[in-house]
C-alpha cells in the first residue's frame, strides 16, 4: 500500500497553480495581486478562527452578548474569506485557504489561550482588528497603484466593515473617566 508523503508546510511555496484569463490584467500585474490577496486571506481566516476562539471560551456578566457578538463576528469575516477567495481564483490564481498555510502566513499574532474575561477577549480581538484594518487600508494602495481598481474597490468594501466592528469593539473599552 502506497503511504502519501507528508511535507512541512514551513519548506513548502503554497502558491498554488496559476490560470489563464480574458482579465485584462497583465499576468505580471495579476500575480503581484494576487500574492496581496493571499496573505489577506491568511490572515482573514486567522482572525475567524480567533473570533470563534473568543466565541467558545467568553465567560462573565456580559457572557451571551459577548457570544453572540464573536459568532456574528466570525461569520462576517467568513464571508470575507469567501470574497478574498474568489477574486484571486477570477485573477487567475489558486485559493490556498488550508488552516496550516493560514497559519503561517498571517499577519495578526496568536491568540491568548489563558483569557475568559469578555474585556480580555474584546481586548485581544481589537488590537487584531486594529492590524488588519491596517492590512486592509495598506491593500487598497498598492492595488490601487497596481492599476486594479477592482480589487481596491474589494478591499475598501471590507475596511469600511472592519473599521465598523473595531470601533463596537473599543465602545466596550472606553471607561467612564475616559469621557470626561
Do not use: C
Not at 36 to 53: E, G, R
Not at 71 to 100: N, Q, S, W
Not at 104 to 111: F, R, W
Not at 136 to 150: C, E, H, N, Y
Amino acid at each position: 500500500m502506497a503511504t502519501a508523503q507528508m511535507t512541512n508546510p514551513q519548506n513548502s511555496q503554497a502558491k498554488g497553480r496559476f490560470y489563464p484569463t480574458r482579465i485584462d490584467l497583465s499576468v505580471d500585474i495579476r500575480q503581484k495581486v494576487t500574492e496581496i490577496l493571499s496573505q489577506t486571506l491568511a490572515t482573514t481566516l486567522d482572525l475567524k478562527t480567533q473570533a470563534k476562539q473568543a466565541h467558545w471560551n467568553v465567560k462573565g456578566l456580559d457572557f451571551y452578548q459577548l457570544h453572540e457578538l464573536f459568532d456574528e463576528m466570525a461569520g462576517e469575516l467568513e464571508g470575507y474569506v469567501d470574497m478574498v477567495a474568489e477574486r484571486i481564483t477570477a485573477l487567475g490564481g489558486t485559493a490556498m485557504g488550508t488552516a496550516r498555510i493560514a497559519a503561517q502566513g498571517s499577519l495578526i499574532s496568536e491568540y491568548p489561550y489563558d483569557i475568559v474575561d469578555g474585556i480580555e477577549h474584546i481586548t485581544a480581538l481589537a488590537e487584531r482588528y486594529a492590524t488588519y484594518g491596517s492590512h486592509l487600508r495598506s491593500a487598497i494602495a498598492k492595488t490601487d497603484d497596481l492599476g486594479d481598481a477592482d480589487t481596491a474597490d474589494l478591499y475598501t468594501e471590507i475596511s469600511r466593515d472592519i473599521d465598523k466592528r473595531l470601533w463596537f469593539l473599543e465602545a466596550h473599552l472606553i471607561k467612564k473617566s475616559d469621557l470626561s
